[in-house]
């Protein structure tokens, strides 16, 4: 399988405890964003890497939240000090700079309990 | 700044009839526009999109959208719809050529069709 990966895909987590979500991208793209979808609505976009340089970050990205791509492959986004409102879809996309498209993964469901 | 309004959070249908979800987009530079499903516990499959071009565009699965500048609309329509079309249905804008091409999502439409 050549598409977007992401690990776990279901995250239960209690109040407090840190949790972090990988992704895998279409091994050829260089631009990967992260987006946060809860239930019943559209996603909503957090933060996006070109290559391993992180260019956007949403508002919605608190300070409790950290996403890194170290080598320009995957990527890794941290939950610190989880909450209830965090519960949520989190999902990947990877795209190629210069390409309108961008392809997403399944997402890692995560609930707070 | 770009905005997306999904008029119908909830659309029913019989199975065989047409499909229409609405979609109306705002944006401050020429926007790029596309349409997504989105089946239970997945991720976010392409539909269709609109870069530039021809405003009709057609996509998987027998749909198609067209882009009206002057009603800033970009409704998706399907002529005859199968109970393997009930999911759930995004529209998204992203700022054109604007490097990093973040979407901006619309609230959904959820798609039922009944037999």
């Known amino acids: 399988d050549t598409g977007v990966s992401q690990n776990p895909r279901h995250k239960i987590t209690k109040r407090g405890q840190n949790v972090t979500f990988r992704c895998d991208p279409i091994?050829?793209?260089?631009?990967l964003y992260w987006y946060r979808q809860t239930l019943g609505q559209g996603p909503e976009f957090l933060t996006y890497?070109?290559?391993?340089?992180?260019?956007?970050k949403s508002r919605l990205l608190s300070d409790r939240f950290s996403a890194e791509r170290p080598k320009g492959s995957f990527s890794t986004l941290e939950i610190q000090r989880t909450e209830q409102g965090d519960s949520a879809m989190y999902l990947c996309?990877?795209?190629?700079?210069?390409?309108?498209?961008?392809?997403f993964g399944q997402g890692t469901r995560l609930t707070v309990v | 700044a770009q905005s997306v309004t999904q008029l119908g959070s909830h659309v029913s249908v019989s199975e065989g009839a047409l499909v229409l979800l609405r979609c109306n987009y705002s944006?401050?530079?020429?926007?790029?526009l596309f349409w997504y499903v989105q089946y239970p516990n997945q991720g976010l499959q392409l539909l269709l999109k609109y870069t530039t071009g021809a405003t009709l565009v057609k996509g998987i699965n027998g749909f198609e959208a067209e882009f009206k500048k002057s009603e800033t609309s970009f409704h998706l329509t399907k002529p005859s719809a199968h109970m393997s079309d009930a999911a759930e249905y995004f529209c998204a804008v992203s700022p054109g050529s604007t490097p990093g091409n973040m979407l901006t999502f619309g609230g959904g439409t959820r798609l039922m069709v009944k037999p």
């Open positions: 996309a990877s795209s190629l700079a210069g390409r309108d498209e961008a392809f």
């Open positions: 890497f070109q290559n391993e340089a992180q260019l956007e």
């Open positions: 091994s050829e793209h260089n631009r």
């Open positions: 944006s401050s530079v020429p926007p790029y």
